[in-house]
Structure formats: structure tokens, C-alpha cells
């Protein structure tokens, strides 16, 4: 899926009005990796992010994902993910250049229960270059 058609489902969705304090994380964000510390100290648990795939290019050093029917994505949920620090991992993940915020639904393994969070997906220029 083209991030243009994921684009267009959140326009539909009133995606930029809407306020989410979760956030999806996959790569160097999470528990134990290297840009973690800008998460530290909130609340996380594991969740899995169905119907993507993560991509790992060697030559890249960060992985980004990929939609892609019928695979899963683990990583991390993070609570209490206020504005001004969504602002900061904007800049940082290159939002709008590098990587798209996005909305999207994650499962929470402790209870498998839904719930929508933030994610990061990759610009068409990354995907071209590196799938």
C-alpha cells in the first residue's frame, strides 16, 4: 500500500484532528536500542502490528516497515506520549521527509485488545531505495 492510499484513509478518518498519546514502535525506539532514552521512563508494553513487515537494510542501520497482507510486526506500545515529545521524534524520524506519522491499530499482547497508536512509515523514496 502506497502511502498515499494510507494518507487518504486517514484524511477520511479526520486524522489530523485527532489527539493519540500512544505511539508503535519498531526499530531504535524501543527498550533496550539505541534512541530509546527519548521514550524513558513511560509506560510500554509489547504489541504487534498486523498486516506490515518489517524491513531491515544492512546498509541503512534502521529498519522501517511495509504494508504487507497477512504479516506482523512486534515491537512496543508507549503511553502517555504527550504533544511536545511527538514533535521531538517528529524531527527526529524526519517526518514528512524520511518517515510519515501515521495512525494505525496495534494489538496488545498482554490482553490482545486493539487500540489505535502512532507509528512511523516510510517515505516512498526510502521504500523504492531499499526493498
Known amino acids: 500500500m502506497k502511502i498515499n492510499n494510507i494518507n487518504k484513509k486517514m484524511e477520511k478518518s479526520n486524522y ?8 508503535f514502535v519498531y526499530g531504535t525506539l524501543q ?11 513511560l509506560k510500554f508494553e509489547k504489541a504487534t502490528l498486523l ?17 504487507d497482507e497477512g504479516n506482523i510486526v512486534e515491537g512496543e506500545i508507549y503511553y502517555g506520549v504527550g504533544q511536545s515529545l511527538i514533535n521531538q521524534i517528529d524531527m527526529i524520524e524526519g517526518e514528512g521527509r524520511l518517515y510519515y506519522r501515521v495512525l494505525v491499530v496495534v494489538v496488545k499482547l498482554k490482553d490482545e485488545n486493539e487500540t489505535d497508536a502512532y507509528t512511523y512509515y516510510p517515505s516512498e523514496i526510502l521504500i523504492k531505495n531499499y526493498t
Not at 527498550?31 to 521512563?41: D, E, F, T, V
Open 16 to 23: 489530523k484532528k485527532y489527539k493519540c498519546d500512544k505511539l
Open 31 to 41: 527498550h533496550g536500542q539505541s534512541r530509546n532514552y527519548i521514550l524513558g521512563g
Open 51 to 67: 498486516n506490515y513487515r518489517k524491513v531491515e537494510p544492512i546498509s541503512l542501520g534502521f529498519p522501517f516497515i511495509i504494508h
